[in-house]
């Protein structure tokens, strides 16, 4: 079974989310609702999505729309028919008993719920059809979640589950686990309890909602959004809805239940419409005070608001046995939420899924934790978890272990997929080296750099660790959600408050030096970029000899917003690749103004369609839809240059004093317009120096290294300025850029 042609009835949320992910694909699709013109809409709203749906806008026509009365017809030519209409058991019923008069034989149908079993579903099938019919679980947006929950029973056809499973994985790239029909199946089911956790422990304990978010986050590798950041992001309404169906679908005994019951704060909040940052704010909200708004947060006994405290536990890096050993309320409050969210988890086993491994990928997946409560479990170590554990009942797995002390339980990762993951090569390789910012490992004989800092923002260490890495075919690529978010900036700031620049300096020459060495060395150097890959972290991309992009990607280099200019070979890179155009043949100025514009306008791509026309991708790039398969492309580059040769070194030829006084002209005309203010005037200038080649003529021939110096040139005139560090500071504080 192949599937070539998709339905998709709904064209809510998450049915136009799903048209879209397959539009990405390239497989014909249909969105059907009541009315076409619903499904109409559905496609202006996939269009104008931020952030994008789709990969390729212009592929919009790729998904056709029409109504269940009148283009019904076309479920028959459907391989795939996916329900994602309200969440209402009638209305399903409805639509299968139509889908499967219909639908051609040996199609599949699944459902997108999130909350109503498969026995319920299928209640009305006959025994041949249960066969055909499943879950599918999607997560919003399913262009960027990359968990994909297939749930089955013990009447769903196992073969073609698993044929839909690889068509979701290769084609649509997404993490498919197989789980069984059970409520929440497996994310929703350890997520919302770790958040129910999360949040009554910290009533009980007494923390405040940025001590509680402070802890369950970074520190425990959960995102930053913490549990009740993340309550007014989905909609405190919504978590309510939901966990009034965990309520009713989960056993009486089960222990969720504890934590189920509704908190009358919770109430009241929706009562008064607190119900998140789409309603009046929620646990968090902006206050206007005096004209200036301010962030506060509830006071979780008394309900009032007042002036959120930052809280900064000093954990930089996840290291939860030290997180759960402080001896302090963060480390008790650590440690009662981690304990409790094992405690669940393992007491699963085997009934959502009998591999827990699945659980912990479904929490990576699904939620973006850095790890599961497996792994936690892993990391903290069996003995010192038991030894602090005042105890457990009714959990068979915790049982078990307990009495072997296995510390060697986990086994491989990622045992959902058949692709050689990172995830899966990463503890067969020898891990060579690392530091703060970095790990080298050695698998047969190329290396992998990972970086592993916040939003892998880079330093001096994350250069080191390149540089040494190059002394064999070198793969750069990471499993959080960024590939690198670009130079760190509160380590630039660092230094440039105390006024030590000779220390950025030398930083940002050894940054230069490193991607200099990844272009030249003489083994080839891939980057697989997915999520961010901003400023330093494209200059690490594009001045890799190969490139597989993740096809989620924003790219670009974006060093003006933050009053500064490229100087890790940005803008020579960008002047280097435009030059090979046409267009650059017959003009000189030509590509230095593209560039120009480019870089002046910090311009960024979502995907690797749009990155194209702006060459921070070339076609030669490879793209790919299943991040989990960037590892595997990766080697296959390698594995077809064995017989690699660095490139040559590039030279240009600039025009120097006239050319930047063109670039000046435009900068004046936008400063009239008051599109930049003065410090937009002092940037583009510096731009305009190193793209016009500074103190040269069109006769004479740069080397890269001339470039390399006026970009470090520039980059030093403006960190000392202050306006630059005002918006640097800015940047870092409020996340969005300054203009001054
Ligand atoms: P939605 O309310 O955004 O969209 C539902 C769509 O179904 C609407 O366009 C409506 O006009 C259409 N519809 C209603 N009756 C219909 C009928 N008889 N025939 C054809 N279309 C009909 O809902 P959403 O959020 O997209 O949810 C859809 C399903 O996905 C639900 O089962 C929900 O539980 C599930 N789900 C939702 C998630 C989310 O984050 N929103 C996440 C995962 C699952």
């Not at 498969?118 to 999607?138: A, G, N, P, Q, R």
């Not at 589950?161 to 029909?181: P, S, T």
Request: overall charge negative; aromatic content about 8%.
């Amino acid at each position: 079974m192949k599937i070539n042609n998709v339905v998709v009835i709904g064209s809510g949320t998450m049915g136009s989310g799903i048209a879209a992910q397959l539009c990405n694909a390239n497989i014909p699709v249909t969105l059907l609702d009541l009315k076409t013109e619903i499904s109409q809409k559905a496609k202006e709203r996939i269009e104008k999505s931020r952030p994008p749906l789709l990969i390729d806008k212009s592929k919009i026509d790729g998904i056709k729309v029409g109504n269940i009365n009148d283009d019904f017809n076309i479920v028959s030519e459907a391989d795939w028919i996916v329900e994602a209409v309200v969440e209402r058991i009638d209305i399903k019923h409805d639509i299968y008993d139509k889908i499967f008069k219909q639908r051609k034989k040996g199609s599949i149908v699944s459902s997108n719920t999130s909350s109503i079993p498969i026995s319920v579903l299928s209640e009305k099938l006959t025994e041949d059809d249960k066969k055909d019919f499943c879950i599918t679980h999607f997560f919003n947006p399913v262009r960027y979640m990359d968990l994909l929950e297939i749930v089955k029973n013990e009447n769903t056809d196992l073969d073609k589950i698993q044929k839909l499973k690889l068509f979701c994985e290769e084609d649509l790239g997404k993490g498919a686990i197989v789980c069984n029909d059970t409520p929440g199946f497996l994310g929703n089911r350890i997520g919302v309890y770790a958040m129910q956790i999360a949040m009554t422990e910290a009533f009980k304990m007494k923390l405040t909602i940025e001590e509680a978010d402070a802890v369950f986050g970074r520190p425990m590798g959960i995102p930053k959004t913490g549990v009740f950041g993340l309550y007014d992001l989905i909609g405190i309404d919504l978590m309510a809805d939901v966990l009034k169906s965990f309520i009713k679908e989960l056993p009486e005994n089960d222990n969720f239940q504890e934590v189920a019951k509704e908190i009358p704060l919770i109430r009241k909040l929706i009562d008064t419409g607190y119900t998140g940052r789409k309603g009046k704010g929620g646990f968090y909200r902006m206050n206007k005070v005096d004209n200036t708004k301010i962030l506060e947060a509830i006071n979780l006994e008394t309900g009032e608001y007042s002036p959120s405290q930052k809280i900064d536990i000093k954990s930089e890096k996840v290291d939860l046995l030290k997180l759960i050993n402080r001896g302090d309320k963060y480390g008790d409050y650590a440690w009662s939420v981690i304990s409790k969210i094992i405690k669940y988890a393992s007491s699963l086993v085997p009934g959502i899924t009998d591999k827990f491994n699945d659980i912990d990928e479904a929490m990576r997946l699904g939620f973006n934790w850095s790890r599961g409560p497996f792994e936690m479990l892993k990391e903290i170590g069996v003995s010192n978890f038991f030894e602090k554990l005042d105890g457990f009942e009714n959990n068979k797995f915790l049982e078990e272990l307990s009495k072997s002390k296995n510390e060697d339980f986990y086994g491989e990762r990622q045992k959902y997929t058949e692709i050689e993951t990172l995830g899966k090569i990463k503890p067969k390789a020898i891990k060579l080296d690392g530091n703060n910012s970095a790990e080298i490992y050695r698998f047969n004989d190329f290396n992998i750099v990972e970086f592993t800092t916040k939003a892998n923002a880079l330093d001096y260490d994350s250069m080191d660790a390149l540089k040494k890495a190059t002394d064999k075919p070198l793969i750069i690529i990471n499993e959080s959600m960024q590939f690198s978010a670009g130079v760190n900036l509160t380590y630039t700031m660092n230094f440039a408050e105390k006024g030590d620049y000779s220390s950025i300096e030398k930083f940002v020459k050894y940054f230069q030096d490193t991607c200099k060495e990844l272009k030249y060395s003489k083994y080839p150097v891939v980057s697989a970029p997915s999520g961010l890959t901003l400023g330093g972290g494209f200059e690490v991309l594009v001045q890799s000899n190969f490139v597989a992009s993740h096809t989620n990607i924003v790219v670009g280099l974006v060093e003006t917003m933050v009053g500064l200019v490229p100087a890790g070979g940005g803008c020579k890179e960008m002047l280097w690749r435009w030059s090979q155009t046409e267009e650059a043949k017959n003009d000189p100025d030509y590509a230095p103004l593209k560039v120009f514009d480019i870089i002046g306008y910090g311009k960024t791509a979502t995907s690797p369609v749009e990155a194209e026309p702006l060459k921070y991708l070339l076609p030669e790039n490879k793209k790919i839809m299943s991040r989990n398969s960037l590892l595997n492309v990766s080697r296959s580059i390698l594995e077809e240059n064995k017989d690699f040769t660095p490139p040559a070194e590039a030279t240009f030829k600039l025009a120097g004093k006239p050319l930047k006084e063109k670039m000046v002209k435009l900068l004046e005309k936008l400063y009239n317009d008051k599109v930049i203010l003065d410090h937009g005037m002092v940037v583009g200038s510096e731009l305009a120096n190193v793209l016009s080649g500074g103190d040269t003529t069109i006769d004479k021939t740069l080397s890269e290294d001339d470039l390399y110096k006026l970009e470090l040139n520039s980059f030093m005139n403006l960190i000392e300025t202050q306006k630059t560090k005002d918006r640097i500071k800015h940047t870092l504080s409020k996340g969005k850029p300054l203009v001054n």
